[in-house]
């Protein structure tokens, strides 16, 4: 019997072990834990997140302790709150939410003497990649943006990975499905007041009939996109080195305007995890193009934040809220 593709997808993949599936109960990281608890059998974790964002999510608690004890998988439940904040998306706030309780579940595991964990692996698939370079087009990303989402990184010491990337959701049901294997399905999916919904449900299926392998060429794409990303990061790395961080002023003005753009992107993301809008961006560059003289004041909201001169360079500040 040929090996399922949910298991030869994971084949090259060799991650730092002991590792963590975040399982969420739904058919893609059903697929993952299966298939990680075939190649690294006794080395494999679960851990599910808890949204409490609608009343099915105990019931999706409920099956995972289910399926982990059925297969002998350790599990670990986190509960978040992961309600969005004013002028935060749902989404958004739901996948900070995910990644902060991901971490601190591991972390927490570790300091408790349970192993410590050392990659976590998430269930994105070729799917969720066009999706997420259709969201970025619709939202006038650049390069990165367009990169759609990384195979591997790494963050807070932990080393993370989709090995899904290449591997479209209707093989990974088909194997569910042959397998025997079940999974539930979140209602969420089908409300389309979520974007990424939208574009799931109305604009890939006219996609994938007018271009049937758009998630391999999407994926070619992406590639490309990450590998010029990567360079412009690199310019960006030599660029601070020369105007320093916080940037001097004069240093930032002897750049073109796109290499000063773009170090000012990666210092603002990289020190202070922040992304300036398009028109902030451009605000804060005419800005700098007319400091010329010592009276000439900068202070721009930039991110959750503002940008202000002090001197002859520039800073990132967040304010204190007053109660």
Same mark, same amino acid.
């Given at each position: 019997?040929?090996?399922?593709?949910?298991? &030869?997808?994971?084949?090259?993949?060799?991650?730092?072990?002991?590792?963590?599936?975040?399982? $969420? %109960? %739904?058919?893609?990281?059903?697929?993952?834990?299966?298939?990680?608890?075939?190649?690294?059998?006794?080395?494999?974790?679960?851990?599910?997140?808890?949204?409490?964002?609608?009343?099915?999510?105990?019931?999706?608690?409920?099956?995972?302790?289910?399926?982990?004890?059925?297969?002998?998988?350790?599990?670990?439940?986190?509960?978040?709150?992961?309600?969005?904040?004013? %002028?935060?998306?749902?989404?958004?706030?739901?996948?900070?939410?995910?990644?902060?309780?991901?971490?601190?579940?591991?972390?927490?595991?570790?300091?408790?003497?349970?192993?410590?964990?050392?990659?976590?692996?998430?269930?994105?698939?070729?799917?969720?990649?066009?999706?997420?370079?259709?969201?970025?087009?619709?939202?006038?990303?650049?390069?990165?943006?367009?990169?759609?989402?990384?195979?591997?990184?790494?963050?807070?010491?932990?080393?993370?990975?989709?090995?899904?990337?290449?591997?479209?959701?209707?093989?990974?049901?088909?194997?569910?499905?042959?397998?025997?294997?079940?999974?539930?399905?979140?209602?969420?999916? $089908?409300?389309?007041?979520?974007?990424?919904?939208?574009?799931?449900?109305?604009?890939?299926?006219?996609?994938?009939?007018?271009?049937?392998?758009? &998630?391999?060429?999407? &994926?070619? $794409?992406? &590639?490309?996109?990450?590998?010029?990303?990567?360079?412009?990061?690199?310019?960006?790395?030599?660029?601070?080195?020369?105007? %320093? $961080?916080?940037?001097?002023?004069?240093?930032?003005?002897?750049?073109?305007?796109?290499?000063?753009?773009?170090?000012?992107?990666?210092?603002?993301?990289?020190?202070?995890?922040?992304?300036?809008?398009?028109?902030?961006?451009?605000?804060?560059?005419?800005?700098?193009?007319?400091?010329?003289?010592?009276?000439?004041?900068?202070?721009?909201?930039?991110?959750?934040?503002?940008?202000?001169?002090?001197?002859?360079?520039?800073?990132?500040?967040?304010?204190?809220?007053?109660?």
């Amino acid at each position: 019997m040929a090996e399922p593709a949910i298991v &030869a997808a994971l084949t090259g993949w060799q991650p730092a072990l002991p590792l963590a599936v975040a399982y $969420s %109960g %739904g058919a893609d990281s059903t697929a993952l834990l299966w298939a990680c608890l075939q190649r690294f059998p006794g080395q494999v974790h679960a851990i599910h997140i808890n949204h409490g964002l609608q009343a099915a999510a105990a019931v999706f608690e409920a099956h995972c302790r289910a399926q982990c004890t059925a297969w002998a998988v350790p599990l670990q439940v986190a509960a978040v709150n992961a309600h969005a904040q004013p %002028g935060q998306s749902p989404e958004d706030a739901a996948r900070i939410a995910r990644y902060r309780a991901l971490t601190e579940a591991v972390l927490a595991a570790a300091d408790a003497g349970q192993g410590a964990i050392q990659t976590i692996a998430l269930a994105q698939h070729a799917d969720d990649q066009v999706e997420t370079v259709v969201l970025a087009l619709s939202r006038g990303a650049g390069v990165a943006g367009l990169a759609g989402m990384r195979p591997q990184w790494q963050r807070a010491g932990l080393q993370w990975a989709r090995p899904y990337l290449a591997l479209g959701s209707a093989q990974i049901r088909a194997d569910l499905a042959a397998l025997g294997i079940a999974w539930v399905e979140d209602p969420s999916n $089908s409300d389309t007041r979520y974007t990424r919904n939208r574009i799931r449900q109305q604009v890939m299926p006219a996609l994938v009939q007018a271009f049937p392998q758009i &998630a391999q060429t999407v &994926a070619r $794409s992406s &590639a490309h996109a990450a590998q010029a990303a990567q360079l412009l990061d690199d310019l960006a790395q030599i660029d601070l080195q020369a105007t %320093g $961080s916080p940037p001097r002023i004069r240093a930032l003005q002897a750049l073109t305007e796109a290499r000063m753009a773009n170090v000012l992107r990666y210092w603002l993301r990289t020190a202070h995890g922040q992304t300036p809008s398009a028109a902030q961006l451009a605000q804060l560059l005419l800005q700098l193009r007319r400091c010329t003289t010592r009276g000439h004041q900068i202070h721009i909201k930039v991110g959750h934040g503002y940008i202000q001169r002090h001197r002859d360079v520039i800073d990132w500040y967040n304010p204190p809220v007053l109660v």
